[in-house]
């Protein structure tokens, strides 16, 4: 059965309980934000599948699996950002459903990888709220990569990175600049002879590496940010 | 191929743009659904940003890079630290990687990080001033060669070996103090106590068959400091329940370097060893390529050295591993600064 707040029949929108979905009779004119119509709804779920009580199950199933994974990734608006999801679908069903010959259920979740994505970018500000000018864009909180001054921001940022560099502890810190030396074969070569050293197989010395980078590309962020604001 | 490298392989396709529609798709669920999947997509991510700053890529690659990897703002950023990092090794002298340096003299322990750019520099000099430098050491080391014997001669302080450790179950206290609680020995006491009662006591060991010689000091009365370097035995236990039994190191201002024997099992097999020195969880130093010997007392042992300004009073534990051996012993250990 398909869930109660996505179909509604009279044009004066309703909140259902759940805050699952809202679906306006009456769309608003083409400069405001997309919403869910009816029509959209229905061509979605003819894109999961032309008997309309196997798609609402198919449809259920999806968005049970999206909550269930948006709140597995710390997302305490699970369910918003399924709508969110099924939202970004249905706008752009009548460009994919010529094209795409694969599996639909995917689709949904490769979609929700995007949502889930610009949730972790962004700061949540109206988290749980009604008020659906919390979707719009924010502004990039770390712009300084898109400046033009790129000599200053060079020396801006070896000066962060040899901050950062000098917080990691003594054998991360060997380790990152170990693992970055040589070129092309050489750089190969060492890193297997680091990893040897180390007692680590190659792919966990990446990981490993990996990690480094992380923390070290936030330390730079950070410092970025806090310089620029100086 | 195995499944590993060809999931690295379909997500590098993935970053470049070059999979249909549908393989897209597949690739993105499970970025969303598998945690592991997109551990894996951001080291991937990394080192295509690694190989373009690099110049590692193909000219088609660098092109759909340009195109469709760069397409997305945030990977700028990711852009320009690779090519920062990537500056800043390039500006490093070359450094002998300090995981595997190991200390092979009991009386010297170099200080970390070995730097080792001297080498590489002097190959760029005259053989002029490379003879005077050789000229200039070889006068120093014999000037320091003739101080060193004519105070040993004055002297005359043998230095001797360090007794066998005591079991745990020997040495109950903590306190270092009193020898007969000591699980690890100090042996840079000066040699005028050795024999007598009261404040010497505490290097005897009693049950030792050699106590006389086991409660022998390495370095000469008086404080000379000669021998900078107090060796200690360490047996196997992390003393997860507490320190009341943990053996103490104890550490005098005019110790310079702490050598640290760890008991292996005389049927590890293992070639080469593992070393993580952590306190509080957290790792001070990494050894690597250490090597067991054999003690003629103890056995089988592991030999560390590092400065004694490295050690503070507080607790730590060593996590040995033989290489290809998945067991990891501990050996804890408290210090104290006298």
Redesign the interface.
């Known amino acids: 059965m398909l869930d109660s707040g996505f179909v509604k029949t009279d044009s004066q929108p309703i909140r259902p309980v759940d805050r699952s979905r809202i679906v306006l009779a009456d769309p608003p004119p083409p400069k405001e934000e997309w919403v869910l119509t009816p029509e959209s709804f229905d061509g979605l779920l003819a894109w999961l599948d032309p008997n309309r009580d196997h798609a609402a199950e198919i449809y259920e199933e999806i968005r049970s699996g999206l909550i269930k ?1 948006f709140r597995q990734l710390g997302c305490q608006d699970g369910e918003d950002l399924a709508n969110e999801t099924f939202d970004r679908v249905a706008k752009k069903l009548p460009q994919i459903a010529p ?4 599996d639909r ?3 949904f ?2 979609v ?3 949502v ?1 994505k610009e949730r972790q ?1 962004k700061p949540v500000v109206k988290s749980l709220t009604n008020d659906d000018s919390s979707s719009e864009e924010l502004p ?1 909180p ?1 712009p ?3 400046n033009d001054d790129d000599d200053r ?2 020396e801006l ?2 000066e962060c ?2 901050q950062c ?1 000098e917080r990691l ?3 991360n810190r ?5 693992y ?2 040589g ?2 074969n050489v ?1 190969i070569k060492l890193r297997k002879e ?1 990893a040897a ?3 680590i197989k190659v ?1 966990n010395l ?2 490993k590496a ?1 990690r480094i ?2 923390d ?2 936030k330390c ?2 950070d410092c970025m940010e806090a310089k620029a604001s100086t | 191929m195995t499944e ?1 490298s060809q999931d690295e392989t379909l997500l590098r396709r993935y970053l470049l743009g070059q999979l249909s ?2 393989e ?3 690739v ?2 499970r ?3 598998q945690d592991e999947y997109e ?1 894996l997509a ?2 991937v991510e ?2 295509l940003i ?1 190989d373009y700053a ?1 110049h ?1 890529l193909s000219e088609t690659e660098r092109q759909e890079f340009n195109d469709h990897f760069l397409a997305r ?2 990977r ?3 852009l ?2 690779a090519r ?6 390039n500006s ?1 002298p070359e ?1 002998i ?4 340096a190991q200390p092979t003299d009991t009386r010297n322990v170099s200080p ?2 070995v730097q080792v750019g001297f080498w590489s520099r002097m190959r760029n000099r005259s053989p002029a001033a490379m003879a005077l430098a050789a000229g200039v050491l070889i006068v120093f080391f014999v000037i320091i060669w003739f101080i060193f014997q004519s105070a040993r001669k004055e002297r005359e302080v043998p230095f001797q070996a360090q007794q066998p450790r005591p079991a745990a179950t020997e040495l109950p206290s903590r306190e270092p103090v009193q020898p007969q609680d000591e699980q690890v020995r100090n042996v840079d006491k000066p040699a005028q106590n050795q024999g007598s009662t009261g404040q010497n006591e505490r290097y005897r060991r009693p049950r030792s068959k050699r106590s006389d010689e086991a409660l022998e000091v390495s370095t000469p009365p008086n404080g000379s400091g000669l021998v900078t370097t107090a060796t200690f035995i360490i047996p196997p236990g992390d003393f997860v329940r507490g320190e009341a039994n943990m053996p103490v190191v104890s550490i005098s201002s005019e110790t310079k370097a702490v050598a640290l024997k760890l008991p292996v099992p005389e049927n590890d097999s293992s070639q080469e060893y ?1 070393a993580t020195l952590q306190s509080r969880s ?5 050894w ?2 250490l090597t067991a010997e054999a003690d003629e007392e103890i056995g089988k042992i592991v030999l560390m050295k590092l400065p004694s300004k490295l050690l503070h009073e507080q607790t730590y534990i060593i996590k040995l ?1 033989g ?2 051996n998945p067991t990891e012993v501990n050996y804890g250990f408290q210090v104290r600064k006298r």
């Open positions: 994974r094209v795409y010959k694969g259920a995917p689709y979740f490769s929700a990888y995007y889930h970018r990039d770390n300084w990569y898109d921001d060079d940022l070896d990175l040899k560099l502890s003594h054998s060997e380790m990152i600049l170990q970055y030396r070129e092309r750089k680091l050293q180390m007692g792919g990446r990981l990996q980078r992380v070290l590309k730079i962020l | 590993h529609l549908e897209q798709v597949q993105e669920a970025l969303f659904l551990q951001e080291a990394t080192e690694d690099y590692d703002s945030d700028h950023e990711d320009r630290i920062a990092l990537k500056r800043f090794v490093q450094v990687n300090p995981l595997v970390f990080p593992r957290q790792t001070i130093y990494t690597s390529r591993r290489m290809g």
